[in-house]
């Protein structure tokens, strides 16, 4: 009876990570400067300063993806930007998530990687008569992204000074035009401070323990862009863009997966083209068969904890529409809600092309293992 209660007392323990957790605020300023991506956006090119404010925190624990990926740190904060050529391009506040990964790390001195991602709000758009030379946002809310490289320097008072490199980027993913987008090169720096450890105990149970590393999924999405305009004058979006995709992958370790899909897309966009004699837009296709596409891709899926960062690459094995379009890309993360059903939020795209944003949810199909 003794061993008995000893073994189920140790069972009822795997589950639960011991360790500690580490709060802290970081105060950050930027200097960069806009750079012009496309024709027409040099008059754009103009310096920038920024500054922000983060909590992070980090959890020290014998937990797998606490030391796989070197107990990195996670965060919320705001940004403020004040853009040059204010008057046209304004300015943006922007509020995200972020994730902070050391690379290497010794008592004085690290390498780090961080990824900011959330929305922001500009203070000025495109309009055709009060603002035409905008012609790189035409929503308030765009998607923000930010990502650098830091070079942390560890202060014998418990400070840290960050010194980072990095590229930030606004766009509203075509759902409306003129979408350009911003981008904006800068070297920050930052000054941040533990604030607060406590004591760490939670049950963290890896959802795919168990499950077979074969996985079968499914998803579809449902949004609307704006592909073609008249000059830079688009449409006002609300032309339905949609993907099915139904794919297979296999977990070939718990932080990576390998997979491919089958993809039915359909952008009502490519019902009409741009007649530049006429300037002005006409339909060509009336049925939805005439502009549905469908492509294969592969691609790899990142594994921490319930998030995936999926990057996918594809290819039309059947295009009506833009016979010269053959290959397209899917970039974005997959969050797991339940072991079954997971939100995606991805970025397809031509190149550098936004087309549309895939959000949408889709559900998994994997056998447990058998004992």
């Given at each position: 009876?003794?061993?008995?209660?000893?073994?189920?007392?140790?069972?009822?323990?795997?589950?639960?990570?011991?360790?500690?957790?580490?709060?802290?605020?970081?105060?950050?300023?930027?200097?960069?400067?806009?750079?012009?991506?496309?024709?027409?956006?040099?008059?754009?090119?103009?310096?920038?300063?920024?500054?922000?404010?983060?909590?992070?925190?980090?959890?020290?624990?014998?937990?797998?993806?606490?030391?796989?990926?070197?107990?990195?740190?996670?965060?919320?904060?705001?940004?403020?930007?004040?853009?040059?050529?204010?008057?046209?391009?304004?300015?943006?506040?922007?509020?995200?998530?972020?994730?902070?990964?050391?690379?290497?790390?010794?008592s004085w001195f690290g390498i780090g990687l961080r990824v900011n991602a959330g929305l922001a709000y500009l203070t000025r758009r495109y309009d055709e008569v009060a603002n035409p030379e905008n012609i790189a946002v035409?929503?308030?809310?765009?998607?923000?992204?930010?990502?650098?490289?830091?070079?942390?320097?560890?202060?014998?008072?418990?400070?840290?000074?960050?010194?980072?490199p990095g590229f930030l980027h606004y766009s509203n993913g075509a759902m409306q035009k003129p979408n350009l987008g911003l981008n904006d090169v800068f070297v920050s720096l930052a000054l941040s401070k533990d604030i607060a450890q406590r004591d760490f105990t939670k049950v963290r149970r890896d959802y795919t323990e168990g499950l077979s590393p074969h996985e079968a999924w499914v998803f579809g999405t449902c949004v609307s862009s704006d592909e073609y305009s008249v000059g830079y004058n688009g449409r006002g979006g609300g032309f339905i863009c949609s993907t099915v995709a139904v794919g297979y992958c296999y977990q070939y370790g718990r932080i990576g997966k390998v997979g491919a899909s089958f993809d039915m897309i359909y952008n009502e966009n490519l019902k009409y083209y741009f007649d530049e004699r006429k300037n002005?837009?006409?339909?060509?296709?009336?049925?939805?068969?005439?502009?549905?596409?469908?492509?294969?891709?592969?691609?790899?899926?990142?594994?921490?904890?319930?998030?995936?960062?999926?990057?996918?690459?594809?290819?039309?094995?059947?295009?009506?529409?833009k016979k010269n379009d053959w290959l397209?890309?899917?970039?974005?993360?997959?969050?797991?809600?339940?072991?079954?059903?997971?939100?995606?939020?991805?970025?397809?795209?031509?190149?550098?092309?936004?087309?549309?944003?895939?959000?949408?949810?889709?559900?998994?199909?994997?056998?447990?293992?058998?004992?």
């Open positions: 009876m003794r061993r008995l209660s000893v073994i189920l007392v140790v069972i009822s323990l795997c589950g639960f990570v011991y360790g500690q957790r580490t709060h802290g605020l970081e105060l950050k300023l930027y200097g960069g400067r806009i750079i012009p991506h496309r024709l027409g956006m040099d008059a754009l090119a103009q310096p920038s300063v920024a500054g922000e404010i983060n909590y992070y925190f980090s959890t020290r624990s014998d937990d797998f993806y606490d030391v796989k990926y070197n107990f990195p740190r996670h965060g919320f904060g705001i940004n403020y930007n004040y853009i040059g050529n204010h008057a046209v391009l304004g300015s943006a506040l922007a509020a995200y998530s972020f994730m902070d990964f050391s690379l290497f790390d010794r035409s929503t308030p809310i765009c998607f923000y992204f930010n990502l650098s490289v830091n070079a942390v320097f560890h202060l014998p008072s418990g400070f840290d000074i960050r010194l980072s002005v837009l006409v339909q060509q296709y009336e049925n939805f068969g005439d502009v549905v596409m469908y492509g294969m891709s592969v691609g790899h899926q990142l594994v921490y904890r319930r998030f995936e960062l999926v990057s996918y690459v594809g290819f039309y094995v059947y295009n009506k529409v397209y890309t899917r970039i974005g993360g997959r969050y797991y809600v339940t072991n079954f059903m997971f939100v995606n939020l991805t970025l397809k795209a031509i190149g550098f092309k936004a087309q549309y944003i895939e959000c949408g949810l889709g559900f998994s199909c994997r056998k447990w293992k058998k004992a």
